[in-house]
């Protein structure tokens, strides 16, 4: 089994910032892309960030020039930097990544169990 684990979350005030992080475990052959989500009250869930094998990256607009998306391949880890962040950044912020399930299959997505950011004063 493969499992997700974010970490980092918390209240911060309007123009703080916050570091996720999320380390996958188990038996893992490789990463394929890495990603990061949130989900505000009442709100569907929403990609934010995306990060490649490869390093390439793809931000939402709303958090183009605050964010940034990280990995570090050989801990199996993925980072979200949060700077300058607004109340309406306030989610619970998930995890995903799509790893094979076996050497040499296609990949599965995988989640974590989401980390809650506040940003308020």
């Known amino acids: 089994q493969v499992q997700l684990v974010e970490s980092g979350g918390g209240l911060v005030q309007p123009g703080g910032s916050l570091r996720l992080s999320c380390a996958a475990s188990g038996r893992i052959f490789s990463i394929n892309s890495m990603s990061w989500y949130r989900q505000a009250p009442g709100k569907e869930r929403e990609l934010v960030a995306t990060?490649?094998?490869?390093?390439?990256?793809k931000l939402v607009d709303s958090v183009k020039g605050r964010f940034t998306i990280s990995r570090d391949n050989a801990k199996n880890m993925v980072y979200l930097q949060m700077n300058s962040l607004k109340p309406e950044d306030t989610a619970v912020y998930y995890c995903n990544a799509y790893i094979p399930r076996y050497l040499g299959s296609s990949s599965v997505a995988y989640w974590g169990q989401g980390t809650q950011v506040t940003v308020s004063s």
């Open positions: 990060i490649t094998t490869g390093g390439s990256t």
